[in-house]
């Protein structure tokens, strides 16, 4: 953990905002970005082909998403590839439109077509920092036009932002006349995080942002991001597909499958005491990261989700839950908070009560305990 240096007047948030906070510090309850309902789907294929095969010819990437985002906080979105979070993040950062529900930030109700100054504030860093920078700019030239463009600084304090960005993201100042293909990927996910933090986001949604790297260096990569929450105060929402790498860096953990939130809880509770049977299906293909999800057998779930052209009725989960009852194939359940604690969230009827034993006839052999 770095302290937060007195120096350099590098790009924070555009609010002067509540002092940082470290991973371990408070963080106040206000949501800075908040979903509330939020639908995504895409049109896909044709209308007879959908007849002839029953399905939908709407692809419902994201199905209905409540998310609160807090001022300071690192939220991480996990999820099997394909349960719709790199649609929800362009949602959020206002790169694909909504077709339902309420997109907030900072108390307000974003509009669908956001104004200039508005996706300023929520920045995001991709998968595959290549095809996201222009091969033909210098990273110098490539800044420039960054600041230039949306104002953020003067002409005359152009060249000065550039280098500390740079060096912010662990590069240096020579950098700056380098083209991207000239960097490893490491770097050039620098470059991209220093493009970002060029607009002075208050929100910072990286999307994958280590995956396509070698392991060596994605922890080098989300080293740099936790210290620049630590330094700049910047909110960040991390979606990765494995729950270890975000162990270390987020507040609270968000899991999402096939389109929905499903869980929600402060991290060290996501591994300790997971409440929604899909979450403990992922802890259960890392066990050796979750003693207790290892202990109590069980199992990591098994086959591929059902596309979202097919949601299953009632719980979108139960076509591969262990322990479903015959009421979730009619009753679809509502992400709700557990009795005894307000920050721990779960979308399954039986999350925070016992299965009933007498009913106790799913679809699998295991009786739960
Ligand atoms: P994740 O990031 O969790 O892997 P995505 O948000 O990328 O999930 O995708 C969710 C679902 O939406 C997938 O089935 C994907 O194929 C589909 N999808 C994503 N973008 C589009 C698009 N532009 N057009 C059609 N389908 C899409
Ligand atoms: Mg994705």
């Given at each position: 953990m770095t302290a937060a240096p007195a120096g350099p007047p590098?790009?924070?948030?555009?609010?002067p905002g509540p002092a940082v906070p470290g991973p371990a510090a408070l963080v106040p309850d206000e949501p800075l970005l908040s979903a509330s309902g939020v639908a995504v789907s895409f049109?896909?294929?044709?209308?007879?082909?959908?007849?002839?095969r029953h399905e939908e010819r709407l692809l419902r990437a994201v199905d209905g998403v409540d998310l609160e985002l807090r001022r300071g906080e690192a939220l991480a979105l996990v999820g099997e590839s394909g349960s719709g979070k790199s649609t929800l993040a362009l949602a959020l950062a206002g790169l694909v439109p909504a077709n339902r529900g309420e997109i907030r930030f900072d108390g307000r109700v974003l509009p669908a077509r956001r104004a200039r100054a508005d996706r300023r504030r929520i920045q995001m860093v991709f998968q595959d920092p290549y095809s996201s920078l222009n091969p033909r700019l210098t990273v110098g030239g490539m800044l420039r036009e960054l600041l230039r463009v949306h104002h953020v600084v003067t002409r005359?304090?152009?060249a000065a932002v550039s280098a500390e960005l740079l060096t912010r993201v662990g590069l240096s100042e020579a950098d700056l006349s380098a083209y991207p293909r000239q960097f490893s990927g490491g770097q050039r996910q620098r470059v991209a995080i220093a493009r970002a933090l060029a607009l002075?986001?208050?929100?910072?949604?990286?999307?994958?942002?280590?995956?396509?790297?070698?392991?060596?260096?994605?922890?080098?990569?989300l080293n740099l991001l936790q210290d620049l929450r630590n330094d700049l105060g910047l909110t960040l929402l991390l979606i990765s597909h494995n729950l270890a790498v975000v162990r270390?860096?987020?507040?609270?953990v968000a899991v999402m499958?096939?389109?929905?939130?499903?869980?929600?809880?402060?991290?060290?509770?996501i591994f300790s005491d997971p409440r929604h049977p899909y979450t403990r299906g992922l802890l259960a293909a890392i066990p050796r990261l979750t003693e207790s999800a290892a202990d109590d057998?069980?199992?990591?779930?098994?086959?591929?989700?059902?596309?979202?052209?097919?949601?299953?009725?009632?719980?979108?989960?139960r076509t591969r839950c262990p322990m479903a009852q015959p009421r979730c194939e009619h009753e679809d359940p509502a992400l709700v908070t557990s009795p005894g604690d307000p920050g721990h969230l779960a979308a399954c009827h039986f999350a925070f009560v016992p299965v009933p034993a007498t009913a106790a006839s799913g679809p699998e052999k295991k009786e739960q305990p």
């Amino acid at each position: 953990m770095t302290a937060a240096p007195a120096g350099p007047p590098v790009p924070g948030p555009t609010a002067p905002g509540p002092a940082v906070p470290g991973p371990a510090a408070l963080v106040p309850d206000e949501p800075l970005l908040s979903a509330s309902g939020v639908a995504v789907s895409f049109p896909v294929g044709s209308q007879l082909t959908a007849r002839i095969r029953h399905e939908e010819r709407l692809l419902r990437a994201v199905d209905g998403v409540d998310l609160e985002l807090r001022r300071g906080e690192a939220l991480a979105l996990v999820g099997e590839s394909g349960s719709g979070k790199s649609t929800l993040a362009l949602a959020l950062a206002g790169l694909v439109p909504a077709n339902r529900g309420e997109i907030r930030f900072d108390g307000r109700v974003l509009p669908a077509r956001r104004a200039r100054a508005d996706r300023r504030r929520i920045q995001m860093v991709f998968q595959d920092p290549y095809s996201s920078l222009n091969p033909r700019l210098t990273v110098g030239g490539m800044l420039r036009e960054l600041l230039r463009v949306h104002h953020v600084v003067t002409r005359g304090q152009v060249a000065a932002v550039s280098a500390e960005l740079l060096t912010r993201v662990g590069l240096s100042e020579a950098d700056l006349s380098a083209y991207p293909r000239q960097f490893s990927g490491g770097q050039r996910q620098r470059v991209a995080i220093a493009r970002a933090l060029a607009l002075r986001p208050d929100v910072l949604v990286a999307d994958e942002p280590v995956s396509a790297l070698d392991v060596s260096v994605q922890a080098t990569i989300l080293n740099l991001l936790q210290d620049l929450r630590n330094d700049l105060g910047l909110t960040l929402l991390l979606i990765s597909h494995n729950l270890a790498v975000v162990r270390h860096l987020c507040d609270r953990v968000a899991v999402m499958y096939l389109g929905r939130i499903v869980e929600v809880a402060p991290t060290e509770q996501i591994f300790s005491d997971p409440r929604h049977p899909y979450t403990r299906g992922l802890l259960a293909a890392i066990p050796r990261l979750t003693e207790s999800a290892a202990d109590d057998g069980t199992p990591a779930i098994a086959g591929d989700p059902p596309s979202p052209l097919r949601i299953p009725a009632g719980c979108r989960f139960r076509t591969r839950c262990p322990m479903a009852q015959p009421r979730c194939e009619h009753e679809d359940p509502a992400l709700v908070t557990s009795p005894g604690d307000p920050g721990h969230l779960a979308a399954c009827h039986f999350a925070f009560v016992p299965v009933p034993a007498t009913a106790a006839s799913g679809p699998e052999k295991k009786e739960q305990p």
